[in-house]
Structure formats: C-alpha cells, structure tokens
C-alpha cells in the first residue's frame, strides 16, 4: 500500500486499532481507587461495575458529603466488604491541593476525574465563564498532577496508575455553541496528553487515559431540547470500564463519536460554521 495511505489510516483509526491492540496485553485489574466528582451520574455507573468487580477500597471527593455518602452507601449495598472514604474538598483554595492528595493512598491503581461544568454561549457573567474553566480544565488537571508528582513520584511508587480523566468530544473542534466549555475541555485532553509524555520520559507506571463521551443523560444536559443520540449512563459505563482497564489512550463513548469525530474534524471551516448546536 501507498505509504501517505498507510500514514491516513493509521492517522485516523488508531483509536479504533493499533492502540487497543497494543493495550490488551496490559489489562489491568483496580482496587485503590480515587474518584474526584462524586455526584457525577457517569462516574458512578462506572463506579459501580467496579464495585462488582475488583475495588478493595475508595475514596470519594466532592464538594458534599452526601454525595459522597449517596456513593459509599451504593457501593456498601454491592459489596459491603469494600472500604469506602468520603473527603470534602473546597475546590476553590488550591493550597488545599497538597493536603488533599497527603490523604489519599500512594498505592491508588486508578483516579477517575469526573468534575465538569457546562455553560452555553449565550452565558456572558465572567464569574461563570472562569469556573466553568476552573471545573472543565484546572481542577482536574492540578488535582492529578499533584498525585502524580507529590504521592506516586516522590514514593517512588513502582505499581500501575491509570489515570481516566473524563473529557469531552467537545473538545475535539470547538464549536461556537458551547465553546467555553469545548475549550476547556480541549485544554483537559492536551494536558492528559502531554502528561502521558512527561510520564513515559520519566519512566513513570502511570497510564493516562481520556475519555470522551458523546452526549449522555444527565444533569448536565438536562435543559438540552435536541435528545438525539443521547446515551444512558449505564450503557457506556461498561465501555468505559474495559478502555481502562487496557489503558486506551482516546476513550471515545459510545464509540460511534470516534468516526463522527473524525468526520467533524475534517469538515471545512465554511460548513462547520453553519453547526448552531
Ligand atoms: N453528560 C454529558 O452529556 C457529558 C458529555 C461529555 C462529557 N461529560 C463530562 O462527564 C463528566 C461527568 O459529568 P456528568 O454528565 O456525570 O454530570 P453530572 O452528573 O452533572 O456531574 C457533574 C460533576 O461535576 C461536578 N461539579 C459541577 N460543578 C462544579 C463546581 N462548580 N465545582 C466543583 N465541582 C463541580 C459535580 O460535583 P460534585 O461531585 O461535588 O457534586 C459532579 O461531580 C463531566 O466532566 C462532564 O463534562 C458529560
């Protein structure tokens, strides 16, 4: 074969291929697990399959501690030998952030990052926009990369850290319906993906992963009046389980929004224009 065909291919199915083949050699089962976002709807399906499956013990952090109670008693109803902690967290102080990740376990085999925040364009109060950044992009991203440099590197901790920070497809091209939210999210991907760099130049068992859902039914799109191809919580949450426990770098969920993706990024400029939604 032609070899610019060879690069397209491999350019634009490697999240579909060569990576999920490359990861099942390296299938990984979770036990210490840390979820940031307790009340996500998302979250806790995938939460839950965990619980059934390999969890030895969680920790739950959220802003609340019902959510956070709503999860422990959940996971307690499916297994209550597992050991569950709730932490409440001010996500607004980050010199909190050290005695934060100080409270968890270095031997965490998986943090899960769930917190999001959406907001439509016509949304103009900067008090809005700036959180919407902070939820999106700098919690997630400072919160991890505390564990990572603090607990995991300075431990010198030799077991496997997967990381799955949910992002979004809307970060993958930025429309202008929602694009301080798409923004912020496209910010989350490429510091998951730049974190996976710094990680496999140092040497580091961490393996990043970033997931991105298409549209799913939850509080955050509640208000949303087009329910096309919207998915169910608990219909992607199993997906989203095996990707992980493979350690695929692009999660997209369901997985259809992997080739729409590619579809939209290809799109020219003069028609992605015209996408009002
Ligand atoms: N639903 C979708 O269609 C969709 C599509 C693509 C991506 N996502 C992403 O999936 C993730 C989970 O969302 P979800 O759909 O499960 O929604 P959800 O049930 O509404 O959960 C939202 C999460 O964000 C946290 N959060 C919201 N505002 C916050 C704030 N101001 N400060 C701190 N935390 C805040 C909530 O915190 P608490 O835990 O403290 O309550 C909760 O954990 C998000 O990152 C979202 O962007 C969702």
Redo the contacts with the bound molecule.
């Keep these: 074969m032609h070899d610019c065909k060879k690069t397209l291919i491999k350019k634009h199915f490697s999240h579909y291929t060569v990576e999920n083949f490359y990861c099942v050699c390296a299938m990984k089962k979770f036990k210490n697990i840390v979820l940031?976002?307790?009340?996500?709807?998302?979250?806790?399906e995938i939460i839950y399959l965990l619980a059934k499956e390999s969890a030895e013990k969680f920790y739950f952090?959220?802003?609340?501690d019902s959510?956070n109670q709503e999860c422990i008693a959940a996971v307690k109803a499916i297994n209550p030998e597992i050991l569950c902690n709730s932490v409440v967290y001010d996500?607004?102080d980050p010199r909190s952030l050290t005695g934060l990740v100080e409270r968890l376990d270095p031997k965490t085999d998986l943090i899960l990052?769930?917190?999001?925040?959406?907001i439509a364009s016509s949304e103009q109060d900067p008090v809005q926009l700036e959180?919407t950044i902070?939820?999106?992009f700098t919690?997630?991203a400072l919160f991890v990369n505390e564990f990572i440099n603090r607990i995991y590197k300075e431990n010198s901790c030799s077991h496997y850290l997967t990381v799955g920070f949910?992002?979004?497809?809307?970060g993958e091209r930025v429309r202008g319906s929602n694009y301080c939210?798409g923004a912020s999210?496209r910010g989350l991907s490429g510091f998951a993906d730049g974190l996976r760099v710094y990680c496999e130049q140092n040497n580091l068992k961490v393996r990043i992963c970033v997931?991105?859902?298409?549209?799913?039914?939850?509080?955050?799109?509640r208000d949303r009046k087009d329910r096309r191809l919207?998915a169910e919580?608990d219909s992607i949450a199993p997906g989203i389980v095996k990707n992980l426990k493979y350690g695929t770098r692009n999660i997209y969920s369901p997985g259809y929004w992997g080739a729409l993706m590619d579809l939209l990024k290809l799109m020219p400029y003069l028609l992605f224009k015209k996408i009002r939604s």
């Design positions: 940031l976002g307790a009340g996500s709807r998302i979250a806790r952090i959220s802003r609340s959510a996500y607004t990052t769930a917190v999001g925040k959406l959180e902070k939820v999106n919690y997630p949910i992002s979004s497809v809307a939210y999210k997931i991105k859902p298409g549209l799913v039914n939850t509080p955050m799109i919207i919580p």
